[in-house]
């Protein structure tokens, strides 16, 4: 079974659509508005798949920040950023820590699944 953190500063894109879409897809699912909580899951719960907003308004860290530690704290979790704003050299520094993807929001449900299903494994 895969397991997904949702961190996203959007309650309700985070927490209803987002989470609602997994849970019933077999996943275990957790969401987060900010880095503290963020972290605190990665810490204790080792999600498979993390989501991660880029931008992420009251917190006191940005998505990039988030990676890092969550990377350091769990190395083998995929982490996709998702952003609502193209940048390519955002995109290079996510691939360069880590990230597994970086698609622009608004992303369809179907892929937000097939991330599930594809990367919602530990990596071997």
């Not at 880590?98 to 179907?110: R, S, V």
Request: hydrophobic share 45%; with cysteine; glycine share 6%.
């Amino acid at each position: 079974m895969s397991s997904v953190l949702v961190v996203d500063d959007e309650e309700v894109a985070a927490d209803t659509v987002v989470k609602m879409l997994f849970e019933m897809n077999g996943a275990t699912c957790w969401t987060a508005g900010e880095s503290t909580a963020a972290l605190k899951i990665v810490a204790e719960h080792k999600p498979d798949l993390v989501l991660l907003d880029v931008q992420l308004n009251n917190s006191p860290m940005d998505g990039f920040g988030i990676l890092r530690e969550a990377k350091r704290l769990h190395p083998v979790a995929h982490v996709v950023m998702i952003t609502g704003f193209p940048d390519e050299e955002k995109q290079a520094k996510a691939k360069q820590l880590g990230a597994d993807d970086y698609p622009i929001k608004p992303i369809p449900p179907e892929k937000l699944l097939e991330f599930m299903k594809k990367l919602g494994g530990p990596k071997a």
